[in-house]
């Protein structure tokens, strides 16, 4: 509760900036307040408190939401440099803040409403901020279509709760669990549909394929920093949510729903990693990247133990991690050479040898090479899945994996061993520099020794 | 502790190497690897005399999975260390003076590339197996990558995504095995998989995830495609450290890593028979169309893959012949091919053309050239008291013993090995001198150094193999005596 508060708060703070004239402390104000926010989130590790039946924070929410934060910082350490969007800045962070509240609220919620209040809280800010470059007509369309489909997503979602509530009773999920329990796996077909309408809704914030179309476009038209955010931590929010509703409440009746969900990963896992190989742009092929990523990390609901949590949560630490390092490197590149598909990065090895070095090591870690970080969680969760006995699936994985190295290393190929003619020299601070190289480091590390993080939940 | 100092020593090396930026590294590089090969000697003695815990370092890695930094070195992990460290100063010495672009990270990765295979020769930890196997991959893709020749990219894309589709399967055959260990504490451990209790069923699939891993990288018939073009596009040391050492990796997997966990798949019609019929397809094949070659150095890379093949099929007939002949034609087989493949860089360099129809009368003009040249062909095509009589004889052996009519075709190879060898050390060699080899300059004092060894090496092995027999002799009988445990051998 303690971080929803602090990041109200730093929100409004920062939204106020311009009015009270300290708008040049702002950065250090909102990193600073952000590492109040990550210190009282850790803070609640093993002292589980529930608040009017509405929001429990235990170890799951508190391991995610530590996850989100220091993406976030990160993500505002990042984004501070020379190639922020054109908005202004402080109400940039206000949005980005509020909406990582909702991102917080969905980790953390104990009843349905705060399942939607937060997918509420945590999208409206992104509408307006997926189409914070005014005048560009993709960042509009983005806006729009990300709003649409948040729209119709939003409606499936409240029916889906609709039809459970009729059938229960309740929001809160522990009743849910109960209701389940006590039907001993045969449930009536108003609860399944509900069931099944809440998996639909969810697989849209995912972006899982059927349900996919809207994420190259939006990824697309965005502000690269902005798609960067909906990359990293709307996608962890939205897995929070949609594993710890279903293990809560629908693990009991999982026979009802996996075959759907079977079927959902399947399609994500080959249509994500086809397209992504089709793509010219280097933003939407992270983004249909970034769909098959999801497949992935989807096997863990096919499992539901503090395995699966684990490794869900390895990997989507691991994924976020590689994936903000290469959409600021592509947000370097694309603004110092105006060029958006994979020709922009030609010679970068010649040009800014550090970053191509960096660059390099994040698509390994996508690809899930060792040594870097990808490897580890990819084993992990392949080794979740195959102690159920998914073979099929895991299989299904392995083999999109291997399609996926065919676009992660387009681009290392384009650094290293394309020419490009284009003469504007590429030069990044030093600081940003550092933090990428911080970041890098952690990929490799934790590659090498994932020990560190591997039993967070017990 | 050894063993470790034998994978650090190449890494940290390798890394040094990155930051150089003139051609000093040469000799830095050339350096580092002779160490390496002293300190490898070093292991062989420790070997000898019995010092056996020096050689082993156990630590646990990733607990929760019972994966720890498992490293020994057997009898069969020391012939393969050895032929390493041998062959790596050697390619290095032979890349000297080439003028590579950016040498610094060319010869760092070099000694990373040596760095992973050595660890892939001595890990007994499946996990830490897996690991190194996929990081033989990274140096040697960026190495064909940015010194590769015409149409690099679709190569080393082929290269990289056929290698990788292999070692994925095998990497779930590997956690599928991790999961029947126990009963409570799952491991990686060698041991445990030697321990294990599997259906013939299961045998089967793991065989084949397995052997799909092996047989890319080898390569054997059908999965062999990538393979001449990867050779023929790579930089000399690059194909030096495919064909020397990297496809060695294949053989030694299926000796350390398929034998003793899957013997009933192995013995089975549907496993191991057709394993060894898709090599002595291979064999014919690759040897067919190696007669037909024009370009040298793709004549050797279909060589080498009927050479592989031979090699593969006897060491899946299970014999003990079959088993030493293996590791003993893998020593001669990377000396060989390191031998042909230097020639070639020698003669391209020179004349600037590797096709066979534009050299001719290269020995008027090289004498000593043609010497070194002849006695690694006649190593090659398997004439007594050279480095592949041995080998190929006990593998034929162990052939014989398991099927007549297998090994009867196998033995064709024979033929056609010499057709091929011959007939392009004719026509390179003999005959008037063509327009490009009209000047031709003997062998100078650095490319002699590459040479000589080779030949002292091929001399030794040939004449007096049990020196390295005896080596693997203990590791062989171990995996022998702990089949036929279980199972009765032919």
């Known amino acids: ?458 | 502790m050894i063993t470790v100092l034998l994978i650090l020593i190449p890494l940290l090396s390798g890394i040094i190497a990155c930051f150089f930026k003139d051609k000093k590294v040469e000799s830095f590089a050339l350096g580092a690897s002779i160490l390496e090969f002293i300190l490898s000697i070093y292991a062989f003695f420790c070997f000898k005399t019995g010092n056996l815990e020096s050689l082993v370092f156990n630590t646990p890695w990733i607990s929760k999975f019972g994966i720890s930094f498992y490293i020994d070195i057997d009898g069969i992990s020391l012939l393969m260390t050895l032929l390493t460290t041998f062959l790596i100063p050697l390619i290095i010495l032979s890349a000297r003076g080439r003028n590579y672009s950016k040498p610094g990270l060319f010869y760092g990765l070099i000694l990373a590339m040596q760095a992973a295979l050595i660890g892939v020769f001595v890990a007994k930890d499946a996990f830490l197996f897996y690991i190194f196997w996929e990081l033989t991959l990274i140096p040697i893709y960026f190495i064909i990558l940015l010194w590769g020749g015409a149409e690099k990219l679709k190569v080393t894309f082929k290269f990289f995504i056929y290698t990788l589709f292999g070692s994925m399967f095998m990497l779930l055959g590997i956690i599928y095995l991790y999961l029947q260990t126990g009963p409570d504490a799952h491991t990686f451990s060698i041991d445990a998989f030697y321990n294990l209790q599997l259906s013939s069923g299961t045998q089967m699939w793991i065989f084949w995830a397995f052997f799909l891993a092996f047989a890319i990288k080898l390569p054997i018939f059908p999965f062999h495609t990538w393979q001449p073009d990867t050779y023929t596009v790579s930089p000399m040391p690059g194909t030096m450290l495919l064909s020397g050492i990297m496809l060695k990796m294949g053989i030694y997997g299926i000796i350390r890593w398929m034998i003793p966990i899957v013997p009933y798949a192995i013995l089975d019609k549907w496993g191991g028979s057709l394993a060894i019929i898709l090599c002595v397809i291979g064999i014919i094949y690759a040897s067919i169309i190696a007669i037909l070659q024009n370009d040298f150095k793709r004549l050797i890379a279909y060589a080498s893959i009927a050479h592989i093949g031979l090699i593969a099929a006897g060491v899946f007939t299970l014999s003990f012949e079959g088993l030493q002949g293996g590791v003993l034609q893998m020593l001669a087989h990377g000396i060989n091919v390191i031998g042909l493949f230097f020639i070639i860089e020698i003669i391209a360099e020179r004349t600037n053309t590797r096709k066979l129809s534009e050299l001719g009368g290269i020995r008027t003009k090289a004498p000593q050239l043609a010497t070194f040249f002849v006695i690694i062909v006649f190593s090659s095509i398997s004439i007594p008291l050279t480095a592949g009589f041995s080998g190929e004889f006990l593998l034929f052996v162990g052939l014989f013993k398991y099927n007549f009519w297998i090994a009867g075709v196998a033995c064709l190879s024979i033929v056609l090995g010499a057709v091929y060898m011959l007939y392009s050390f004719q026509k390179a060699m003999l005959g008037n001198t063509s327009e490009k080899t009209s000047v031709f300059q003997d062998l100078k004092f650095n490319e002699k150094a590459v040479l000589i060894p080779i030949v002292i090496l091929i001399f030794l092995i040939g004449i007096y193999p049990k020196v390295f027999l005896s080596v693997s002799e203990p590791a062989v009988h171990t995996i022998i005596q702990e089949i036929s445990n279980t199972y009765t051998l032919k």
């Open chain 1, 1 to 458: 509760m303690n971080t929803i508060i602090t990041l109200s708060v730093l929100g409004i703070i920062s939204m106020l900036s311009d009015i009270l004239g300290y708008k040049k402390f702002i950065l250090p104000i909102v990193i600073g307040g952000l590492l109040v926010a990550a210190c009282s989130t850790v803070a609640a590790w093993n002292v589980p408190q529930q608040y009017f039946n509405m929001m429990q924070f235990d170890n799951y929410a508190v391991a995610f939401s530590t996850l989100i934060i220091v993406i976030l910082i990160l993500w505002v350490a990042l984004s501070n440099q020379q190639y922020a969007t054109e908005f202004n800045r402080a109400d940039q962070y206000a949005l980005i803040l509020f909406s990582t509240v909702g991102a917080i609220v969905l980790v953390s919620f104990h009843s349905l409403v705060m399942l939607f209040v937060g997918i509420e809280v945590l999208s409206i800010p992104l509408y307006i901020l997926a189409g914070s470059r005014k005048t560009d007509l993709s960042s509009n369309e983005a806006s729009l279509k990300y709003f649409m489909m948040g729209a119709f997503t939003t409606g499936i979602l409240l029916f889906g709760i609709t039809l459970i509530y009729g059938a229960t009773g309740s929001f809160d999920i522990s009743i849910i669990q109960t209701y389940v329990a006590n039907m001993e796996g045969d449930v009536t077909p108003m609860f399944y549909t509900g069931v099944i309408f809440l998996l639909i809704a969810l697989s849209f914030k995912i972006s899982a394929v059927p349900f996919h179309f809207w994420a190259p476009d939006v990824y697309q038209g965005a502000p690269t920093m902005i798609t960067t955010f909906m990359a990293t931590i709307v996608k962890i929010a939205a897995f929070g949510a949609f594993y710890r509703l279903f293990s809560i409440c629908f693990a009991n009746i999982m026979d009802n729903w996996t075959f759907i969900l079977s079927i959902v990963i399947v399609l994500t896992i080959v249509v994500g990693n086809i397209l992504a190989v089709r793509q010219t742009n280097v933003k939407r092929m992270l983004a249909y990247s970034g769909i098959s990523q999801a497949g992935y990390m989807l096997m863990t609901l096919l499992v539901l133990n503090n395995e699966s949590t684990n490794a869900l949560l390895f990997y989507a630490g691991s994924y976020a991690l590689s994936t903000i390092v290469a959409f600021t490197i592509f947000n370097v590149v694309h603004h110092l050479t105006g060029d958006e598909g994979f020709d922009g990065f030609n010679a970068l090895g010649k040009r800014q040898p550090l970053l191509a070095l960096i660059m390099t090591i994040a698509m390994l870690s996508l690809a899930g090479i060792p040594p870097a970080v990808g490897f580890f969680a990819k084993f992990y969760l392949f080794e979740t899945v195959l102690s159920q006995g998914n073979t099929f699936l895991v299989i299904i994985a392995v083999l999109g994996s291997i399609v996926s190295v065919y676009y992660y290393f387009k681009l290392i190929i384009a650094m290293y061993v394309k020419e490009t003619t284009a003469v504007i020299p590429i030069k990044v601070n030093t600081l940003f520099q550092a933090i990428l190289i911080v970041i890098t480091g952690v990929i490799l590390i934790l590659g090498i020794n994932p020990s560190l993080f591997l039993e967070i939940i017990r």
